[in-house]
């Protein structure tokens, strides 16, 4: 038997689950729920159905794992804990320094259900995370760094867009080139969240909004823009539409690390993404995190996860001795 996935938000990261679970033959799309009119909603999926947000209680029996593709600014606080409930979920909340909180809100409810969540999935926080564990559990002398884009910030496109008098917003998040170089050189500098990256973002606000308001917003936002040099530049919604419609994004971590009698060794471990499209490869990752959480609460488990709690195994389709075999 599959795999039933329901999705809660079908927006770019939800349309993105169900590419990524055409691709997981051992995964089936069971449900789609909406805040939308399901009538106005179309899924490419002829055998899921479509239901309003509210009803999702109902299909609690129905659905083995609910992926949560909501925002992290107001959706995920709230979503995660109220599905942890009912439904084994998944969720990409990005905010990392709000992680904590939202592991224990959702563990709390989690262990209630006895159901079992894994929250914090994607590429950063995500798969950025393991590599930057793997690499400071290798190298424990040593300093690393995470580069994200040139690309655009789900995160931060989505912060902007809950602002009062935003119409719509993309955010591009942009490497220094000098901090780059002077972090692949090996000599370990010391480099603060504003000489790393600065951010750029096009914004179109609603008629007769107050966009001074709207800028100083954006520029004194804790946790996404406030430590970082921000250009906010207004734009109508045709321009965004015409030159800012795709949503590519990438980046890497680097650690490097010093062994040796005097250490005189360097070694340098990268992990590195190009991403065409930063929706569909995060949804990718969730729905291969899906799978872990299926099988570890068929196990017995349940509460709070997050990435490194995840044996490697459980994310593949194949067993243990294929595994072994091949890779
Ligand atoms: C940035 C990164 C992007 C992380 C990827 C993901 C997203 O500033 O561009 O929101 O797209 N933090 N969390």
Redesign the pocket.
């Given at each position: 038997m599959s795999i039933r996935i329901g999705i809660m938000g079908y927006g770019n990261l939800g349309r993105g689950v169900e590419y990524a679970i055409q691709q997981n033959p051992d995964m089936e799309l069971a449900a789609v729920f909406t805040r939308r009119n399901p009538k106005d909603l179309k899924v490419l999926t002829g055998t899921a159905k479509v239901f309003p947000a509210e009803e999702a209680e109902k299909m609690k029996d129905e659905i083995d794992v609910m992926i949560l593709c909501g925002g992290s600014a107001t959706d995920l606080p709230e979503q995660s804990p109220k599905y942890a409930e009912m439904f084994n979920i998944i969720d990409?909340f990005?905010t990392h320094a709000g992680i904590s909180q939202h592991f224990d809100e959702v563990d709390s409810a989690a262990r209630k259900s006895g159901k079992l969540g894994i929250i914090s999935v994607?590429?950063?926080?995500g798969m950025f995370s393991l590599n930057r564990l793997y690499a400071n559990a290798i190298l424990p002398n040593g300093k690393d760094d995470t580069f994200?884009?040139k690309?655009?910030?789900?995160?931060?496109s989505d912060a902007i867009r809950r602002i009062e008098g935003v119409k719509d917003a993309i955010q591009y998040?942009i490497p220094v080139e000098s901090a780059i170089s002077a972090v692949r050189s090996g000599e370990m500098p010391t480099l603060s969240a504003r000489e790393k990256?600065t951010r750029e973002c096009f914004v179109v606000a609603e008629e007769g909004a107050d966009k001074a308001k709207i800028e100083s917003e954006i520029k004194n936002m804790p946790n996404y823009f406030a430590d970082y040099d921000t250009t906010v530049h207004f734009i109508t919604e045709e321009e965004l539409k015409k030159n800012y419609s795709g949503i590519p994004?990438g980046g890497f971590v680097i650690r490097c690390g010093k062994t040796g009698r005097k250490e005189e060794h360097t070694h340098i471990i990268e992990y590195n993404l190009k991403l065409d499209s930063?929706p569909e490869f995060?949804a990718s990752v969730i729905v291969a995190y899906a799978r872990a959480a299926y099988r570890l609460h068929h196990e017995g488990q349940s509460g709070c996860k997050t990435v490194f709690d995840i044996p490697p195994a459980y994310l593949s389709p194949k067993t243990g001795a294929e595994l072994r075999k091949t890779l």
């Open positions: 990409s990005d994607g590429w950063d926080p994200w884009g690309g655009v910030s789900q995160g931060h998040t990256h994004h930063n995060t």
